[in-house]
């Protein structure tokens, strides 16, 4: 079975500031990684995923996020953030079964709140 | 940008009650999925749906749910006999493809008095 830990669950930041949201993730088989970020009173949206390839992913808004398998990681950077990116980020994984992709297992959330 | 629709953004209902969460899908998506929120925790998935039928569920999809595709355009979620434990965010979502990206809907937030 696959798990998701995003390890803070609220990050408070300055604007203009770097922030790095953490997440992560345990499997016994290929995985693919998703951010999803949730605006207040909309649904999820995607900002990134990695499946293969570069470990270095660039999303939406510039976001960023870096696939370490080792580690067991698939953290989310931003260098600068902005008010408008207050949001709850969602880390999330899918695992491959034999070539089939099961079902997203997300992570509890991480609520990114950006202070002026 | 398409996106996918639920309706009503909120649902409030008496235990023991039966209701009908809807969704809209973008239209030449395949494949729909069912998830929901409860205050506080994380996002779970429910169920998958494909070609008409159920394609995966999760051992919190029990009998009490079931899902319908009754006119190829609406997706609807049906919970027959709701419980205290039921309240949450229900999100709708789909996808053109198996691995593709998924499209939320904004969700339905269900409140079992």
């Known amino acids: 079975a696959q798990s998701v830990t995003q390890l803070d669950s609220q990050v408070p930041v300055f604007e203009e500031a770097p922030v790095e949201l953490r997440c992560n993730y345990s499997?016994?088989?290929?995985?693919?990684l998703f951010w999803y970020v949730q605006y207040p009173n909309q649904g999820l949206q995607l900002l990134l995923k990695?499946?293969?390839?570069?470990?270095l992913v660039k999303g939406i808004n510039g976001f960023e996020a870096e696939f370490n398998k080792s580690q067991t990681s698939f953290h989310l950077r931003k260098p600068s953030v902005h008010i408008s990116d207050t949001a709850e980020y969602f880390c999330a994984v899918t695992a491959f079964y034999g070539g089939s992709q099961g079902n997203l297992i997300f992570g509890k959330g991480t609520k990114l709140s950006v202070k002026p | 940008e398409p996106e996918v629709t639920q309706t009503p953004s909120h649902q409030v209902t008496q235990m023991g009650q039966e209701v009908i969460l809807r969704c809209v899908p973008i239209s030449n998506h395949l494949y729909f999925y069912w998830y929901r929120q409860i205050l506080g925790q994380k996002v779970e998935f429910l169920v998958s749906f494909y070609n008409n039928e159920i394609s995966e569920k999760s051992e919190i999809f029990d009998d009490q749910f079931s899902v319908e595709r009754p006119d190829g355009s609406n997706f609807t979620l049906k919970i027959r006999s709701t419980k205290l434990e039921d309240s949450a965010m229900y999100f709708c979502?789909?996808?053109?493809?198996?691995?593709?990206?998924?499209?939320f809907g904004s969700g339905t937030q269900l409140s079992v008095l």
């Open positions: 990695y499946l293969s390839g570069s470990t």
């Open positions: 499997s016994s088989v290929s995985v693919y």
């Open positions: 979502a789909s996808s053109p493809g198996r691995s593709e990206k998924l499209f």
